[in-house]
C-alpha cells in the first residue's frame, strides 16, 4: 500500500470500525482490518490488510521531540507518516507516534505488539516481530526481522537490533546487538554473561 493522499480517508469496505473508535483524515485501512472501540487513528496513517489494532490504541500520536529555545521547550514538527503492514497486530492501549516531517514511522508485516507497548517517531520495526508488554522503543531505533523482545523492555533511540536477536523482559538496550544475539540485563548484554553474572551473585549473596 502507498502512502495515503491527502484530503479523505479511504476505509475497506470489509474493515471494521468499532464504536466510539476515531480515524482522522488522511487514513487508509484495509481489507479485513479491525479498529477496536476507543482506539484513535490520527491523519497520515496506512494500515494495510488483516491488522487488528486494540481497544484504546493511539495509532498517530505525536511525537516526543522538543528543543529548547529562549529557557522554554519548543516542539518539534512531526508532519511525518506511519504504515503498518499487512497483518500486524496491535494490543489496547499502546501507542505509535508519528514521524519528524519527511519521514515514516513503521510496523512491518505479520508483527504482533502486546498491550500497553510504546512505539517512538521514527522507528523502524521489521516483519514477524513479537513484542510483549510495556516494552518502550525509543525514536529512530531499528528493529530487525523476527525479533523477540520481552516484556518491560527499554530500547534506546537510534540503535539497531539485528534479524532473529532475543530481547529478555525488562532488558535495558543502550547500544546495538547483532544478529540471532540473546541479550538480558540492564545494561543489557549478551544472556550467557548475564546468567554467568547471576550465578556468581548468588553463591556470594545469595541465601
Known amino acids: 500500500m502507498n502512502n495515503p493522499d491527502s484530503g479523505a480517508s479511504r476505509v475497506s469496505p470489509t474493515a471494521r470500525i468499532a464504536a466510539s473508535a476515531v480515524v482522522g483524515d488522511e487514513v487508509e485501512i484495509g481489507p479485513d482490518s479491525v479498529v477496536g472501540p476507543n482506539a484513535v487513528i490520527k491523519g497520515r496513517v496506512v494500515v494495510g490488510a488483516r491488522v487488528s489494532i486494540g481497544a484504546g490504541a493511539v495509532i498517530g500520536c505525536e511525537g516526543f521531540g522538543y528543543e529548547k529555545l529562549d529557557g522554554e521547550y519548543a516542539k518539534l514538527d512531526h508532519g511525518g507518516t506511519i504504515v503498518i503492514e499487512d497483518g500486524v497486530d496491535i494490543g489496547a492501549n ?10 515514516e514511522t513503521r510496523i512491518g508485516r505479520g508483527t504482533k505488539i502486546d498491550c500497553h507497548v510504546h512505539i517512538a517517531h521514527n522507528v523502524k520495526v521489521g516483519r514477524n516481530c513479537a ?4 516494552t518502550g522503543i525509543a525514536g529512530s531505533a531499528v528493529i530487525g526481522d523476527d525479533v523477540m523482545i520481552g516484556g518491560q523492555a527499554g530500547i534506546k533511540d537510534h540503535v539497531t537490533i ?3 536477536a532475543v530481547i ?5 538496550v543502550f547500544r546495538s546487538v547483532p544478529a540471532g544475539a540473546s541479550y538480558s540485563g540492564v545494561p543489557a548484554r549478551p544472556h550467557a554473561q548475564m546468567k554467568r553474572f547471576w550465578a556468581r ?5 545469595g541465601r
Open 131 to 134: 513484542i510483549a508488554a510495556q
Open 162 to 164: 539485528g534479524d532473529g
Open 94 to 103: 499502546s501507542t505509535v507516534a508519528h514521524a519528524k516531517a519527511g519521514r
Open 168 to 172: 529478555h523482559a525488562r532488558a535495558a
Open 201 to 205: 551473585a548468588w553463591r556470594r549473596f
